[in-house]
């Protein structure tokens, strides 16, 4: 994943930097700002959520993940791309890949939790449910149990009559 390659000592230190390190990620942009007729800059300030100083969590309305493959060419010229790139402010580009570096740890998170929980039914379902071979041997010494049960009530209320 290309957002990785931004953390330190990588971080880029220009937009063009930037669009070397992340080429998908700027086509991205460029192509979701193309789709609702907005500059990039206006794309990422208008769509993209601005971390809250506090650090609490900040959650996208949704997460478009559109898979781009190394063998598939670009639709936007690379001169266009640089051209919309270099009209953003290189924190900005940074805050865009950290948000959506962030989005998708927590959607890789989210899945490990559902995971984990899907897990946890099967143990569940298997500890409520004895085994069917350990039902049968049981059952074959239910009748004897309930003989020798009756056998010493029994006894216990003749004892207790006298």
Known sequence: MEVWSLYPPNRPTSDKEFLGKTPKLCQHLQHEAGKQNLSVKDYIDQKIPRLKEDNSNHFALGLNVRFIFLNEKPVISEQALDEAIGQV???????????????????????????????????????????????????????????????????????TKN
């Open 89 to 159: 402010d290189l924190k900005e580009l940074k805050r865009v890949a950290e948000w959506h570096s962030n989005e998708i740890s927590r959607c890789i998170r989210r899945n490990q939790k559902i995971s984990d929980f899907a897990k946890l039914l099967e143990i569940k379902v298997y500890s409520t449910t004895p085994d069917l071979d350990q039902l049968d041997r049981l059952m074959r010494y239910q009748t004897t149990l309930q003989r020798q049960l009756s056998t010493a009530i029994g006894e216990l209320l003749a004892l």
